[in-house]
């Protein structure tokens, strides 16, 4: 049988996921992000944040399993955690369809521990039950500016997984980019102009990564000229086991926005 895993996670959401998955007592380091569930992650080491790991405290905590992220994590950071992690377990989820896939990813990866399959299939069902709910409801198109940051301005392109978690409930993002493979940026700055808004029907102004609140909603509101909605960005952006709760959370947004 194989030793027990020591696990470091550099992905909010996957910290969240594992810990549904009951393997709390195996993960041995987390970013300073990593903050749900809340009684479970406060005595789980931080190791920096998502791009400013700290090598040297992973390094002592001797992880046999280090999870990180293509959009998360800087590539030198994961390629110096090569050298001396067993093994690194890089994530990429590219759109809500893709999280049963990443939780049996999670389960074979750490099969030895006794479960694993029957929980993450629980989750699988779950996701499908509750993306199947979504998928029988009729939504009205919506074109909708997605913030992420501001100084500068920062939004999503089309091949983020933000923007096809909004394509589910008829919401398409502006400006018709595409990032990735397509040789622009996944999250790319605009500035505000007249063409631009003329397209969207609201701003959407999420809680995440920039903590946008309702004073920023306001103050931009009266800017524009157009509806601004403060949205949960925990829900439309974390993957893992809060895009269950993430796929009801949408409907009701969708469903109660007033745009």
């Known amino acids: 049988m194989q030793d027990a ?5 550099l992905v909010p959401s996957i910290t969240e996921l594992l810990i549904d ?13 990593c903050i749900h569930p809340a009684e479970a992650v406060r005595d789980i080491p931080k190791v920096g944040g998502t791009k400013d790991v700290n090598l040297e405290k992973i390094r002592r905590l001797a992880p046999t399993h280090v999870i990180v992220n293509v959009d998360e994590n800087r590539l030198p950071d994961v390629e110096a955690l090569r050298e001396f992690v067993p093994q690194v377990v890089v994530t990429h989820p590219q759109a809500p ?3 049963p896939t990443l939780y049996r990813q999670m389960a074979e990866t750490f099969a030895q521990v006794p479960g694993m399959h029957e ?9 499908d039950a ?58 790319p700055t605009i500035k505000f102009s007249e063409a631009l808004l003329a397209q969207v029907d609201a701003v959407l102004l999420s809680t995440e990564p920039y903590r946008f609140g309702d004073h920023h909603a306001d103050a931009l509101e009266r800017q524009l000229g157009k509806p601004v909605l403060l949205i949960d960005g925990e829900m439309t952006s974390w993957y893992g086991s809060r895009a269950i709760a993430g796929l009801e959370y949408l409907g009701r947004f969708a469903r109660e926005a007033a745009i």
């Open 21 to 33: 998955l009951g393997l709390h007592a195996h993960i041995v380091g987390r970013t300073g992000f």
């Open 130 to 187: 509750a993306l199947a709910a979504l998928q029988a409801q009729p939504f009205a198109p919506r074109r909708v500016l997605y913030l992420i940051w501001q100084d500068p301005w920062m939004t999503v392109a089309r091949d983020t997984y933000i923007s096809r978690m909004l394509a589910l409930v008829n919401w398409h993002t502006e400006p018709e980019v595409q990032g990735g493979e397509h040789g622009a940026a996944r999250y």
């Open 119 to 127: 929980r993450a299939e629980t989750l699988c069902e779950r996701f």
């Open 5 to 9: 895993p020591r696990i470091v996670s």
């Open 97 to 99: 369809q893709d999280n």
